[in-house]
């Protein structure tokens, strides 16, 4: 009779995952939140995802060697690996494609929920915003610059 009851149970719960669309998978990445309205239609100024001059004043904020308070290297690492967790491993590209110039910008200016990164808006401007963004990219292609070409919606 328990045994009934057990292979009934897994019968169901194998139907139920086959009707969601199967397991879901540790490597599959988690659904990004959806960016809001005020961010939505950001977008990184033209050239400026490979331009020598924003790509070393990103860094230089990145690095904390701007007039900031804190550095980003701080918990992504100096090469986009992060240190601590939370943090988003910039050097897999499998992360940064599925980022929208409006999803990067925001998460920049506003900070993550949950974890140690604070909003940024209220001590960079836009400029300096699109900077880092800019910079950060690099660290999945190889630490060179590229276009964001690679984003998948």
């Not at 490597?27 to 809001?36: E, H, K, N, Q, S």
């Not at 308070?69 to 986009?80: A, Q």
């Not at 900070?111 to 140690?116: A, F, M, N, R």
Request: glycine share 10%; net charge positive; proline share 9%.
């Amino acid at each position: 009779m328990i045994g009934e009851k057990i292979g009934r149970t897994v019968m169901l719960m194998i139907a139920g995952l086959a009707l969601a669309g199967g397991p879901a998978y540790a490597a599959d990445p988690m659904p990004l939140r959806p960016v809001p309205p005020n961010y939505a239609d950001k977008h990184m100024p033209a050239g400026w995802w490979t331009d020598p001059k924003v790509l070393e004043e990103g860094a230089r904020i990145y690095f904390g060697q701007a007039n900031v308070p804190n550095s980003c290297s701080s918990c992504h690492g100096k090469d986009g690996q992060p240190l601590k967790k939370g943090a988003r491993d910039l050097r897999d590209q499998k992360n940064t494609s599925r980022f929208s110039d409006g999803y990067w910008y925001w998460r920049v200016a506003e900070g993550v929920p949950k974890t140690s990164m604070k909003p940024w808006k209220s001590l960079l401007t836009e400029e300096q915003i699109w900077q880092v963004v800019a910079f950060t990219h690099t660290f999945s292609h190889g630490g060179k610059p590229s276009e964001h070409t690679d984003y998948k919606p």
